[in-house]
């Protein structure tokens, strides 16, 4: 990088971001709101989200969010009948994944290796 490609950085501060408490949100009942398929470094998963469950400091909505990975066979994708999102259907009675938009769940936290809180749901 060139002393010219330099000084047309921003000056960024190191600071402690403080971490956002689930407490207020965990086991409260919601529904599951949307469902998305995105792309991802190892292939495509559905992004589950919560109805909005609350606001933070900035007016952003805060939803639950689980993710399951799907698997591609013959160049499409599936879902494994022995994965999580299979089991996660059956739990909920549906045989097809786009009826669990409505159903009813459970608000959780899971901790991810850095220690920070997610809102996940079951």
Known sequence: MTEEN????PDLDVVE???FDVTPYV???????EIKLEAGK?????R??????GEDEEGKAIHANMLF??????GKSV???NGELAK?????????YKDLIGKQINILSEADDNGNDWLVFA
């Open 17 to 19: 971001v403080p971490k």
């Open 6 to 9: 330099k000084t047309n950085l």
């Open 48 to 53: 589950l989200t919560s109805a909005k469950l």
């Open 42 to 46: 190892y292939g495509q998963y559905l």
């Open 27 to 33: 086991g409260k009942s919601s529904t599951v709101e």
């Open 79 to 81: 879902i494994n009948q």
């Open 69 to 74: 990975s799907l698997k591609t066979v013959n």
């Open 88 to 96: 996660f259907m059956k739990n909920k009675k549906v045989t097809n």
